[in-house]
């Protein structure tokens, strides 16, 4: 990854694994792993020091009742700074969650079927909720991908142009403001096919630019290849949206003009 970043010209890069879950999964670190991440990344840093600065960062899952203490767990970490995002959506008090994420949209389909009765507003009222949630408990430097819920949902079972789904993506990027949250422009969706937007998607970008939120831009990369994809077009998005800055880690955020 980080040859990969310097041969793609890229002055910081940061590094995000998915944080350890305290159950059985195939996306994140293993607990067991954790250690080895940071010495790994902290060698990393200082092997190619004349060429990149590094950094080193972990994608926090919110999980209702099972992962609400990112901060403290970042802290401990010596983390230069944290994502929390939401894949699993759950209600406080129950067992099951929905899992939003992944490459199938039938998961995502037997996901809202067993934890919400295929009630589409339900479990989208519940992720937003528990993403505000999030920005509230655990104050995450940057928020992933806040709109991936409509990712496997192609427009079938609610539409992003519904009153009721606007009120809830603009009563989050309230509280994003309010936390002086940064909000990640995510390609990964549009590179991976999977979305016909970013995320969030442009209505929201342009809402955020309206609201003076600071914007980041991520690949949300899982292989070498992936680097940069799409990394000038979110830029241009962010300028055409009326963002005059995008916000980068190099020690400390800073604002770059665009």
């Not at 010209?9 to 350890?20: D, K, M, Q, R, T």
């Not at 010495?39 to 080193?56: C, G, N, S």
């Not at 199938?104 to 949630?133: H, P």
Request: aromatic letters at 12%; proline letters at 2%; a negative charge.
């Amino acid at each position: 990854m980080v040859l990969a970043a310097i041969e793609r010209g890229l002055y910081c890069f940061g590094f995000s694994a998915h944080a350890p879950v305290p159950f059985e999964n195939n996306f994140a670190l293993k607990i067991e792993d954790q250690e080895a991440y940071l010495q790994q990344t902290h060698a990393l840093k200082e092997k190619y020091a004349d060429k990149i600065r590094l950094f080193t960062s972990m994608e926090f899952d919110y999980i209702t009742d099972i992962t609400e203490d990112i901060r403290p767990r970042a802290e401990a970490m010596g983390l230069d700074y944290i994502i929390g995002s939401v894949h699993q959506v759950k209600e406080r008090g129950k067992e099951e969650s929905w899992f939003i994420d992944g490459g199938k949209q039938e998961v995502w389909d037997e996901g809202l079927a067993r934890t919400f009765n295929s009630d589409a507003r339900k479990g989208v009222e519940q992720f937003y909720l528990q993403s505000i949630e999030m920005l509230q408990k655990s104050t995450p430097d940057v928020i992933g991908h806040f709109d991936k819920i409509k990712m496997h949902n192609k427009e079938r079972f609610f539409s992003q142009q519904d009153s009721w789904y606007k009120e809830l993506v603009k009563t989050l990027l309230e509280e994003i403001k309010n936390q002086d949250c940064i909000c990640e422009v995510n390609t990964r969706g549009l590179y991976k096919g999977r979305s016909d937007d970013f995320f969030p998607s442009m209505q929201w970008i342009k809402e955020a630019a309206q609201m003076g939120i600071r914007m980041t831009v991520s690949t949300d990369c899982h292989n070498v290849s992936e680097v940069d994809l799409l990394f000038d077009q979110a830029i241009e998005a962010l300028k055409q949206s009326g963002h005059k800055y995008v916000w980068y880690f190099d020690g400390q955020w800073q604002a770059e003009k665009l």
